[in-house]
């Protein structure tokens, strides 16, 4: 049977959790991720801006080399949805509990990289499109309008400003609120028409096209936008219930605040990748904080006698 005592569980197996068992197999330590098998690496995403991929990577097969790297490396990997996470004093030490439908895991220290949850209202066939026609994040993507069609959708100054900032690569561009109500302030409603960005007050409906490319953005009434390319503005959730559960601070939107070194507010929990608080959300920077929480973890479970 399979030990359920582990130095660290990794709650999230994207590229910020395998990154942390990476680095805490290496260390020697005991590792279990725990996945519920799928997030933000797991679409037709070619990435092309992760470092020594010139012609880019599949974001999953990037996510399939992480784990076999993960795996090489001793830690154990188990596709299971964490429901529950509770801290118990044992004597001297802490121990967390970590639930899931199938077994109850104990640790001595816990990594939280459970990403987000895209908001996509409107947008009912949006997983054929996801990462070939339909994207959210302009340093991701922004590349791929080059020259196209594109329809940016969300209703707020965020997205007037990235609708802007799109035109860098396209000039062929509309913005649609997906809401009857426009809630774009008049200074970037002014830029926007200084511009030409045309703005569409409507519902979506779906979006129209085959094998992952999207041909045209459908609004109420059927009227049909052409586009190439879909940018979807409409936000996110970050999954930080279990943290928040454990008593681990969060900001306003409740993304998780960490120290530079990936150390939460409660000694022993550590969190990395999209599901932190951080301006800038990729797989370079949660692979970076993956390692800086695993570090940060390896060096609060040495002895005494092992720290500076
Ligand atoms: C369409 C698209 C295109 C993108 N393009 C790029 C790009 O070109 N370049 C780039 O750098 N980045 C890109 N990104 C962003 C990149 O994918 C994310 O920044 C990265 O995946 C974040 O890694 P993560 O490990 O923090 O989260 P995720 O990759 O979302 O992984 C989180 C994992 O946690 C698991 N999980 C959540 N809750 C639980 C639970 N309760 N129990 C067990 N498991 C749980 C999920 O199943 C998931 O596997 C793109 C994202 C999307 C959606």
């Given amino acids: 049977m399979m030990t359920t005592s582990f130095d660290t569980v990794i709650i999230?197996?994207?590229?910020?959790?395998?990154?942390?068992?990476?680095?805490?197999?290496?260390?020697?330590?005991?590792?279990?991720?725990?996945?519920?098998?799928?997030?933000?690496?797991?679409?037709?995403?070619?990435?092309?801006?992760?470092?020594?991929?010139?012609?880019?990577?599949?974001?999953?097969?990037?996510?399939?080399l992480g784990l076999q790297q993960a795996q090489k490396f001793g830690a154990l990997c188990q596709e299971e949805s964490v429901s529950m996470i509770r801290r118990e004093?044992?004597?001297?030490?802490?121990?967390?509990?970590?639930?899931?439908?199938?077994?109850t895991y104990s640790a001595r220290t816990i990594i939280i990289a459970t990403g987000v949850r895209d908001h996509y209202f409107g947008l009912p066939e949006h997983q054929d499109f996801l990462g070939a026609s339909l994207f959210w994040c302009i340093t991701c993507d922004g590349p791929k309008t080059t020259d196209k069609k594109v329809v940016m959708i969300g209703n707020n100054d965020e997205v007037a400003c990235t609708a802007l900032q799109l035109l860098r690569y396209t000039k062929e561009l509309t913005l649609v609120t997906n809401s009857t109500e426009l809630n774009i302030s008049a200074k970037w409603q002014e830029r926007?028409?200084?511009?030409?960005?045309?703005?569409?007050v409507k519902t979506v409906i779906g979006l129209e096209g085959a094998n992952h490319h999207v041909r045209a953005v459908v609004l109420e009434e059927g009227q049909e936008i052409p586009a190439e390319v879909v940018f979807n503005g409409q936000g996110a959730q970050p999954n930080s219930e279990l943290a928040m559960s454990l008593g681990v601070a969060v900001d306003e939107k409740q993304y998780i605040l960490t120290s530079d070194e990936q150390r939460t507010n409660i000694p022993?929990?550590?969190?990395?990748?999209?599901?932190?608080r951080l301006f800038s959300h990729q797989i370079v920077t949660a692979a970076h904080e993956g390692s800086m929480a695993a570090q940060a973890a390896n060096y609060d479970m040495y002895l005494p006698e092992q720290r500076l």
């Fill in 192 to 200: 926007l028409n200084k511009f030409n960005v045309p703005v569409v």
């Fill in 89 to 103: 004093h044992l004597q001297d030490e802490t121990q967390f509990r970590v639930q899931t439908a199938a077994q």
């Fill in 12 to 64: 999230g197996g994207g590229p910020a959790g395998l990154s942390a068992a990476i680095y805490l197999a290496r260390f020697r330590r005991s590792v279990l991720i725990l996945d519920q098998g799928s997030g933000r690496w797991d679409t037709a995403e070619v990435n092309e801006n992760y470092f020594g991929f010139p012609e880019g990577i599949h974001t999953r097969q990037l996510r399939e």
């Fill in 268 to 276: 022993f929990v550590y969190a990395a990748g999209d599901v932190t």
